[in-house]
């Protein structure tokens, strides 16, 4: 079956079955167990075999009567599935550093912490009792995480910028810190003492991990901050300014040109209503989960 490029980052468990995921330039053989995250809006194509020649998806699920769609004679392969959905901030803060296709394979040494999420995603899918979707959308978050979590444990150094320093143990306390107090007046020294490190211990490590400076890192995530605020509210922008860390507007509308190169109004503007605005560049990755259970027999 071919599916056109994912709206977010899709993911799939393999429950029963076996088969290969062709998405990109990877050819990935799954099996039972196996979990996998597209994290690009790349065409992929679930077959029995990379030479099984394959047909559009779509189609053959809008003819399914009973949620399941059909292609081929082959042995049933059940999925269970669904997306998240990132603005494009997000999506630039937490998912360009990771490769397009991450792959956990059941057998690899960490992955049995995800095997209890997806038997219990299923059952809520499959369940009619009170706040089920809810239940099954909270704990497909807690299997994003843990794919991650993998990920960065199995790869160490492979990526950079915020998701590497939140796994760094030197770099994290003082990250944790900058985002929970935006607008305190930070040094490098006082990020230092909550690292228990040196001034330049801190600032090598935050450089080489992050991939910019501390202070430079603080003013791109008062920016985060800010954008967020100047399209979601109407609050002035002196408030703004002060909320997220500067002592007059004049200086929060220097650092805001100088960053997103247009002044903070002229943002606003652009961004039109703060009603209409949608989550596009919400800090931190918030993203919602549209999931389904997707059984796809037949070699699929």
């Known amino acids: 079956m071919a599916f056109g490029p994912p709206d977010g980052v899709k993911f799939n468990v393999v429950r029963r079955g076996s088969g290969v995921l062709v998405g990109g330039d990877e050819v990935i053989r799954l099996e039972a167990g196996d979990?996998?995250?597209?994290?690009?809006?790349i065409p992929y194509v679930l077959a029995d075999d990379p030479g099984t020649p394959a047909v559009a998806a779509?189609?053959?699920f809008a003819r399914a009567t009973d949620?399941?769609?059909?292609?081929?004679?082959?042995?049933?392969v059940v999925l269970v599935g669904g997306r998240f959905s990132f603005g494009e901030r997000a999506r630039t803060v937490l998912l360009d550093a990771l490769p397009p296709v991450i792959h956990v394979p059941a057998r690899t040494a960490g992955a049995d912490a995800l095997r209890w999420t997806p038997d219990q995603v299923d059952a809520e899918l499959r369940s009619t009792s009170l706040g089920s979707t809810l239940v099954a959308e909270h704990l497909a978050v807690v299997m994003f995480v843990r794919v991650l979590r993998w990920y960065l444990a199995a790869h160490p150094g492979a990526v950079s910028g915020r998701l590497a320093g939140l796994t760094d143990p030197v770099v994290a306390p003082a990250l944790r810190a900058l985002h929970a107090r935006p607008a305190a007046p930070w040094t490098v020294a006082a990020l230092a003492a909550t690292a228990a490190v040196s001034r330049s211990t801190l600032a090598a490590r935050f450089s080489g991990v992050v991939g910019r400076s501390p202070l430079d890192y603080l003013t791109g995530w008062r920016m985060e901050l800010a954008c967020r605020r100047l399209r979601r509210s109407t609050d002035p922008v002196a408030t703004i300014a002060r909320e997220v860390g500067y002592g007059s507007e004049s200086?929060?509308?220097?650092?805001?040109?100088?960053v997103l190169g247009v002044a903070p109004r002229e943002y606003r503007r652009s961004a039109g209503s703060p009603a209409a605005a949608t989550d596009g560049g919400a800090p931190g990755g918030e993203g919602r989960l549209r999931g389904a259970r997707i059984p796809a027999p037949g070699g699929a």
Do not use: E, N
Not at 251 to 258: V, Y
């Open 35 to 41: 979990c996998y995250l597209l994290t690009r809006p």
């Open 58 to 60: 779509g189609p053959l």
């Open 67 to 76: 949620g399941t769609a059909r292609a081929g004679d082959g042995t049933d």
């Open 251 to 258: 200086a929060f509308s220097t650092a805001f040109k100088r």
